[in-house]
C-alpha cells in the first residue's frame, strides 16, 4: 500500500455517526466481513476506512482507536502494513486481475495483524467481470478478512454485492466545520477557506483538493469562457470545447474537464438560488454575488435547472465514457441552448422574466 495521509477517527470531522457505528463493531469484535461505505467523494470514506484498519490490528487500541505507536500501526503510518490494501483503477477501470489478487491474498492467513482489510475504491469502476469475480469473494468470504467497497451511489453497484455488505453512510460536512479546518489545520486565508468550504459540497476532501491545484485562481478563466461561449455561435462554441479538450494532455483531461464543469455548476446553481430568492448566504461565489445578480436578471428558472442537469449528466458521463471531446461539446450545446441570447434570437423577444 503506498503512503497515505492516517487519521485516528478522533481527527476525521463531520462523520460521527459513522464512526460511532464503527467504533461499536470494533469493540463488539464481531467484524462483518464486508462494508460498503456510501457517499460522496472526498467526505472521508478511505480515510475512515484506514482509520478502522488500524484500530483493528493495534496492539495496544485505546476506545477503538489505534495508539500510534506500536509495531502495526507504525507499519500502517508508513504504507508498509501487509494486511492493509487499497485497490483503486488501473487507468479508469478495476479490472478482473486486480480483483483475482484480492482473491489470491484471502487463501492466506494475516500476516501481521488479527485482520487483513481491503478497500476497493472507488467499487463502481469495476467492470462487470470484476464485480461477478468479487460477488462471488463475498458469497464466502475467509475468516480474519474485512472488505470495505467505496461508493458514490450503490445502485451503482450489483444489487447482490449491495445486500451482502453492511452500508455505512457519510454524510455531507457542514460548511461552517469544513472552513474552520482549513484555517486551523491547514492555514488557508479565512476569506480564501470561506469561498472553499462553499465550493466544497460538503467533502473536506474536495476542499483541500481544491486549495492544493490553485482552483480558485482557474475559476476567473473558466467563467469568462462560459460568458463568452453565451455570446458566440454555436459552431464556434462546439469549436471552442474540441481545443480545450485536445490541448490537455491525455492524464490530465478528466480532471481539467471535470474541473471545467464543477466550476460552471457553482455559477449556474448561484444563479439558480438568486432566481428563486433562496438566502444570500446559501451562495457559493459569494464573491461574486454583484455579478450574480447582474446575471440572473437574464435567465429563465427553467433554463438554469435544464443547464444544471446537463452539467450534473456531463459530469457522470465523464466517469463512464471515454470520449471526452463528446461528453464537453454535449455540454456546451445544451447551456448554449438555455442561453438567454440564443432564446431571443429564437424567439425574437427578450425572456428576462422568470
Not at 464556434?236 to 474537464?257: C, M
Given at each position: 500500500?503506498?503512503?497515505?495521509?492516517?487519521?485516528?477517527?478522533?481527527?476525521?470531522?463531520?462523520?460521527?455517526?459513522?464512526?460511532?457505528?464503527?467504533?461499536?463493531?470494533?469493540?463488539?469484535?464481531?467484524?462483518?466481513?464486508?462494508?460498503?461505505?456510501?457517499?460522496?467523494?472526498?467526505?472521508?470514506?478511505?480515510?475512515?476506512?484506514?482509520?478502522?484498519?488500524?484500530?483493528?490490528?493495534?496492539?495496544?487500541?485505546?476506545?477503538?482507536?489505534?495508539?500510534?505507536?506500536?509495531?502495526?500501526?507504525?507499519?500502517?503510518?508508513?504504507?508498509?502494513?501487509?494486511?492493509?490494501?487499497?485497490?483503486?483503477?488501473?487507468?479508469?477501470?478495476?479490472?478482473?486481475?486486480?480483483?483475482?489478487?484480492?482473491?489470491?491474498?484471502?487463501?492466506?492467513?494475516?500476516?501481521?495483524?488479527?485482520?487483513?482489510?481491503?478497500?476497493?475504491?472507488?467499487?463502481?469502476?469495476?467492470?462487470?467481470?470484476?464485480?461477478?469475480?468479487?460477488?462471488?469473494?463475498?458469497?464466502?468470504?475467509?475468516?480474519?478478512?474485512?472488505?470495505?467497497?467505496?461508493?458514490?451511489?450503490?445502485?451503482?453497484?450489483?444489487?447482490?454485492?449491495?445486500?451482502?455488505?453492511?452500508?455505512?453512510?457519510?454524510?455531507?460536512?457542514?460548511?461552517?466545520?469544513?472552513?474552520r479546518w482549513l484555517v486551523d489545520?491547514?492555514?488557508?486565508?479565512?476569506?480564501?477557506?470561506?469561498?472553499?468550504?462553499?465550493?466544497?459540497?460538503?467533502?473536506?476532501?474536495?476542499?483541500?483538493?481544491?486549495?492544493?491545484?490553485?482552483?480558485?485562481?482557474?475559476?476567473?478563466?473558466?467563467?469568462?469562457?462560459?460568458?463568452?461561449?453565451?455570446?458566440?455561435?454555436?459552431?464556434?462554441?462546439?469549436?471552442?470545447?474540441?481545443?480545450?479538450?485536445?490541448?490537455?494532455?491525455?492524464?490530465?483531461?478528466?480532471?481539467?474537464?471535470?474541473?471545467?464543469?464543477?466550476?460552471?455548476?457553482?455559477?449556474?446553481?448561484?444563479?439558480?438560488?438568486?432566481?428563486?430568492?433562496?438566502?444570500?448566504?446559501?451562495?457559493?461565489?459569494?464573491?461574486?454575488?454583484?455579478?450574480?445578480?447582474?446575471?440572473?436578471?437574464?435567465f429563465m428558472i427553467e433554463s438554469?435547472?435544464?443547464?444544471?442537469?446537463?452539467?450534473?449528466?456531463?459530469?457522470?458521463?465523464?466517469?463512464?465514457?471515454?470520449?471526452?471531446?463528446?461528453?464537453?461539446?454535449?455540454?456546451?450545446?445544451?447551456?448554449?441552448?438555455?442561453?438567454?441570447?440564443?432564446?431571443?434570437?429564437?424567439?425574437?423577444?427578450?425572456?428576462?422574466?422568470?
Amino acid at each position: 500500500m503506498m503512503k497515505r495521509s492516517i487519521l485516528p477517527f478522533s481527527q476525521i470531522i463531520g462523520q460521527d455517526r459513522a464512526i460511532r457505528l464503527l467504533k461499536q463493531a470494533i469493540g463488539r469484535e464481531k467484524m462483518p466481513h464486508a462494508y460498503l461505505f456510501v457517499g460522496l467523494s472526498g467526505l472521508g470514506k478511505t480515510t475512515t476506512a484506514l482509520a478502522m484498519a488500524q484500530a483493528l490490528n493495534c496492539e495496544a487500541p485505546q476506545a477503538s482507536e489505534g495508539c500510534g505507536r506500536c509495531k502495526s500501526c507504525r507499519q500502517l503510518l508508513s504504507g508498509n502494513h501487509p494486511d492493509v490494501a487499497v485497490v483503486e483503477p488501473d487507468g479508469q477501470t478495476i479490472g478482473i486481475d486486480q480483483i483475482k489478487e484480492i482473491e489470491h491474498s484471502f487463501a492466506y492467513k494475516p500476516l501481521n495483524g488479527r485482520y487483513r482489510i481491503t478497500v476497493v475504491n472507488p467499487a463502481e469502476a469495476m467492470t462487470g467481470e470484476a464485480s461477478n469475480a468479487f460477488l462471488k469473494t463475498l458469497e464466502e468470504p475467509p475468516a480474519g478478512n474485512v472488505l470495505i467497497l467505496n461508493a458514490t451511489e450503490p445502485s451503482d453497484l450489483l444489487p447482490t454485492i449491495v445486500s451482502r455488505c453492511q452500508k455505512v453512510v457519510f454524510r455531507r460536512i457542514p460548511t461552517p466545520a469544513i472552513e474552520r479546518w482549513l484555517v486551523d489545520q491547514k492555514g488557508v486565508h479565512p476569506e480564501k477557506a470561506s469561498i472553499l468550504a462553499r465550493m466544497s459540497e460538503g467533502s473536506v476532501g474536495r476542499a483541500l483538493e481544491m486549495e492544493e491545484s490553485g482552483y480558485l485562481e482557474k475559476r476567473q478563466e473558466h467563467l469568462l469562457s462560459l460568458s463568452t461561449l453565451q455570446r458566440i455561435p454555436q459552431e464556434e462554441a462546439l469549436d471552442w470545447a474540441s481545443r480545450f479538450v485536445k490541448k490537455r494532455g491525455k492524464d490530465d483531461r478528466q480532471e481539467e474537464i471535470g474541473t471545467l464543469l464543477s466550476l460552471w455548476k457553482t455559477w449556474y446553481r448561484d444563479l439558480l438560488l438568486l432566481k428563486v430568492k433562496g438566502p444570500e448566504e446559501l451562495l457559493i461565489n459569494v464573491d461574486l454575488s454583484r455579478e450574480l445578480k447582474i446575471a440572473a436578471e437574464a435567465f429563465m428558472i427553467e433554463s438554469l435547472s435544464s443547464s444544471l442537469l446537463a452539467l450534473d449528466q456531463a459530469e457522470k458521463d465523464l466517469v463512464r465514457f471515454r470520449n471526452q471531446e463528446l461528453i464537453l461539446e454535449n455540454a456546451v450545446l445544451r447551456l448554449k441552448q438555455n442561453s438567454p441570447s440564443t432564446r431571443q434570437t429564437v424567439s425574437g423577444r427578450d425572456h428576462r422574466s422568470g
